[in-house]
């Protein structure tokens, strides 16, 4: 826990490269990043409300595209950061869409370059960049990173090797990601080499003089600097630290680059954070962190992450930066990307988003709450959210029709941007009301909420969540879930 008067962590919710162009120069000592590696697949997120295997409510919810497309924008990108960034990162911008032409690896080389330019520009003198990728780009990445930190500051090349997956019959089996590190001064780089386990030949002691000697259940052993080569295991499916999310790393990695490279109280920054492990790392070892994600899921992941890890207190440490505070904010949010602004707004009513925010029938989450009192059998909240300026009776009356014939469908939340209109509200007046089960309260089955109340801390008036009954069972505590009404 960060004593009070230390500056607060920050969050960023928004596009990386308009977060980093407002922090100051030379102001961060250490970077880890993990950017999307052009793979040419969609990510899709499976999580619960808790960040933990073992809940028994989760979700697939695509989280991003990692495909790149040589756009009308990205010839506008290109243009702009030839015209204006230091000639050695223009110039190899330049060599590589000569190179490989107008395709999907230029495409993610011109999104790449300003952020790696951003990024050395706010990196201490004595401060690290570690940035993780796979085979498939790191040659490239590799001569971009020439071009902007100069050669001279390339550290190491990191091998994390790892076994997960199956095999292909056509090739060796491909299980490593590359780490590349490079320093802003190679000369005054802050760098605690790290040991590592060297186990004698047939693990047996050698009694070399002045060399110490340690032993475990394996066998006989000697401390040695740390090599570029890391066996560290995946977050399996079966791991207590698997959040379901597509790129997750292990805590153990992230552990490993902080303590080498930064002291406490330093400022690790991670652009790309993902599920939050580079956050989840510094705040363990004592690092002051920022973290930014383009996306909403990140973003409240991340919090619930921290706050399941370090208790509820943990929100008193850091400031969550970019989330709509007001009308205004919730309609740029929209405006810039309508699928994130319906997150955003299921789940600040404590329902999960959907899967795909395509061909849904006009419902963007669901909320589920027990039947009976022993959560064996849940009845389903339909959220739907409307961000236009106008809601129709029309709409009201779809979302009653989809209440009505989906399956454990009991009750309908409709969310707007304003308030509705009286024939709107006078449809969700007559829509009747439900009787909940396990106690005979009646609620009504469909109800409005508007953003202006949702930022006032209103949520709607609807049955106890399934989601303490789930955090009993997954702290093995033996509860009736009528207890929980």
Not at 149 to 177: M, T
């Amino acid at each position: 826990m960060k004593h009070p008067e230390q500056p607060l962590n920050e969050l960023f919710y928004g596009d990386n490269l308009d977060v980093l162009r407002t922090l100051p120069s030379e102001s961060v000592d250490l970077i880890y990043l993990d950017p999307p590696f052009n793979s040419n697949r969609n990510y899709s997120v499976i999580f619960n409300r808790h960040g933990t295997k073992n809940a028994d409510v989760s979700a697939q919810i695509q989280a991003f595209e990692d495909t790149w497309r040589w756009t009308q924008k990205t010839e506008q990108d290109y243009l702009e950061f030839i015209a204006t960034a230091p000639n050695e990162a223009a110039n190899a911008l330049t060599a590589f869409r000569t190179l490989l032409g107008e395709n999907d690896a230029s495409a993610y080389l011109v999104n790449m370059a300003p952020r790696l330019v951003e990024l050395h520009r706010v990196l201490k003198d004595t401060g690290s960049l570690y940035l993780h990728c796979d085979p498939t780009m790191s040659h490239y990445l590799k001569i971009l990173l020439d071009a902007i930190f100069d050669p001279r500051n390339y550290i190491n090349e990191i091998i994390w090797a790892y076994k997960s997956g199956g095999a292909s019959k056509k090739h060796f089996a491909r299980k490593h990601d590359v780490i590349l590190f490079y320093a802003k001064d190679y000369r005054n780089k802050f760098f605690d080499i790290q040991k590592e386990k060297s186990y004698n030949r047939d693990y047996k002691p050698y009694r070399f003089k002045g060399i110490k000697e340690y032993e475990d259940d394996r066998g006989w052993y000697t401390l040695v600097n740390m090599r570029d080569v890391w066996n560290i295991p995946m977050v399996g499916r079966t791991s207590a630290e698997r959040l379901g999310y597509p790129t997750q790393k292990p805590l153990a990695l992230l552990e490993r680059i902080i303590e080498a490279s930064t002291n406490p109280d330093d400022v690790v920054l991670d652009p790309f954070c993902g599920c939050g492990t580079t956050i989840d790392a510094a705040e363990k070892l004592g690092r002051h962190w920022i973290g930014i994600d383009i996306t909403y899921i990140a973003v409240d992941l991340i919090v619930k992450r921290l706050e399941h890890t370090y208790g509820a207190g943990i929100r008193d440490t850091f400031e969550v930066l970019g989330m709509p505070k007001d009308l205004a904010g919730a309609q740029a949010l929209f405006d810039r990307d309508p699928f994130e602004f319906e997150r955003w707004a299921v789940s600040h009513i404590g329902a999960q988003p959907n899967e795909r925010q395509v061909g849904d029938r006009g419902i963007d989450g669901v909320s589920l709450f027990p039947l009976d009192t022993k959560g064996r059998k849940l009845g389903k909240v339909l959220v739907s959210v409307k961000g236009g300026k106008t809601v129709t009776p029309s709409m009201v009356r779809d979302l009653a029709g989809t209440v009505e014939h989906t399956t454990d469908a009991h009750l309908g939340v409709l969310v707007t941007m304003g308030p509705l209109t009286r024939g709107s509200q006078e449809a969700i007046d007559r829509s009747g009301s439900y009787s909940f089960p396990v106690n005979g309260q009646p609620y009504p089955r469909l109800q409005h909420i508007s953003v202006p109340e949702i930022l006032q801390g209103m949520r709607p008036y609807l049955p106890p969540t399934y989601l303490p009954y789930i955090e009993a069972k997954r702290q093995k505590v033996q509860v009736d879930a009528g207890s929980l009404f």
